[in-house]
Structure formats: C-alpha cells, structure tokens
T-cell receptor
Framework: AQSVTQLGSHVSVSEGALVLLRCNYS??????LFWYVQYPNQGLQLLLK??????LVKGINGFEAEFKKSETSFHLTKPSAHMSDAAEYFC???????????FGAGTRLFVKA | EAQVTQNPRYLITVTGKKLTVTCSQN?????MSWYRQDPGLGLRQIYY???????DKGDVPEGYKVSRKEKRNFPLILESPSPNQTSLYFC?????????????FGPGTRLTVL
C-alpha cells in the first residue's frame, strides 16, 4: 500500500526566509502527488499536483515542488515566506487503483515576523 | 459559486445516538469522498463514491455508512457513534478520479461524541 511521510510536524521560519517542507512517498511506480494547504478553520485547498508532465511543479501563492524519483521525494518550497503562509500543509498520493487518496500527517508552518 | 457544503459545521452528541452529516456539491461532480482528520494522523479516507449508487470503503470505514442516491449529495451516517469517532470530518468532490481531477473540499464538520 502507498504511504506518505512528512518530516517534521512543525516548521518555523522567519518572514522572508526559504520555506522547505519535506515529503517522501513509497511507491514502485511514479504516482500522482499533491500538496494541499489548510488555513485555520477551513477545508483543504490544492496548492499543486504532480502528474508526470514535469518534475518541477509550480503552484499557487509562489510555492513549487520538485519530484525526485531517485529519492522518492516531493518537497515543497517557497523562496520567501510571508506571514500569510502560516498554515498546515499536507502531502498526498493517489493509490495504485486511482480511487483512494493517502495523506501525510501534515506539517504546520509558523512564520515569525 | 462552485462549492462543497457540509452540515452541521459543529455537532456535540452522545454515544449511541444516530446522526447524519450531510454533504452537497453544486459542480455536477461524479466522485465524492469522506475523510476524517485527527492530530498527527493527517486525513484518512472513510468512504468514497465514483457515481450514483456506487460506493466503496476507504481506509477507516468501520462505524460509518454512506449512500449516494443523487449525484450532488453524499451523506455520512454514524449509526451508533462512539467517542473514538470524535474528529474533524471533510467531504470532497472531483469531476473524475481524484488523481486526475482536482478535489474540492468542504469546510469541515467538527464532531464530538461524549
């Protein structure tokens, strides 16, 4: 079965600093991979998704993620953090059958002024 | 406005009292799904539906039921709630398979079972 591991339940950065949120997946074939963001008291919103078209995927709000098959990773980055980026971020993968979504445990991002 | 709505948003109930959380989408989506979110565990899929009258179990279906009689609605039923079902629940929908099409999430229902 597919699984997703997010390293670090909490990440704290200063405003203007690089954001790096880590995600590793377990899969023998290139999967569909996603990053979602959840702002306080809201549902999840899609940030970006990888569907094998390009290894570097650009999303909304200046985020991007790079698919690295050799490392089975799909880390999320943003060059310069903004206070409004404070939220919880989830990495997710679609299972082999295509019907189920497997989420990571989530990483809460704190942005310090 | 395209949206997924859930009701109620907050619910406190007692063990064993049957309840239903409704989910409705106005985007004519075929695929709908229910998740529960627990601290440290992320979101886990409870049930999903590929179309009307077609449903299947996710990873944590025990204690839950669903039905899909109409395309727009996908209610989650707890026949006999227990305290371990206290959680934050999300409904989601997409035009097709979740891997291909974007999933749109509802605002969540916070359920407390005493």
């Amino acid at each position: 079965a597919q699984s997703v591991t997010q390293l670090g339940s909490h990440v704290s950065v200063s405003e203007g600093a690089l954001v790096l949120l880590r995600c590793n997946y377990s899969s023998s074939v290139p999967p569909y991979l996603f990053w979602y963001v959840q702002y306080p008291n809201q549902g999840l919103q899609l940030l970006l998704k990888y569907t094998s078209a390009a290894t570097l995927v650009k999303g909304i709000n200046g985020f991007e993620a790079e698919f690295k098959k050799s490392e089975t990773s799909f880390h999320l980055t943003k060059p310069s953090a903004h206070m409004s980026d404070a939220a919880e971020y989830f990495c997710a993968v679609i299972d082999t059958g295509g019907f189920k979504t497997i989420f990571g445990a989530g990483t809460r991002l704190f942005v310090k002024a | 406005e395209a949206q997924v709505t859930q009701n109620p948003r907050y619910l406190i109930t007692v063990t064993g009292k049957k309840l239903t959380v409704t989910c409705s989408q106005n985007m004519n989506h075929e695929y709908m799904s229910w998740y529960r979110q627990d601290p440290g565990l992320g979101l886990r899929q409870i049930y999903y539906s590929m179309n009307v009258e077609v449903t299947d179990k996710g990873d944590v279906p025990e204690g839950y039921k669903v039905s899909r009689k109409e395309k727009r609605n996908f209610p989650l039923i707890l026949e006999s709630p227990s305290p371990n079902q206290t959680s934050l629940y999300f409904c989601a929908s997409s035009a097709g398979l979740a891997g291909v099409e974007t999933q749109y999430f509802g605002p969540g229902t916070r359920l407390t079972v005493l």
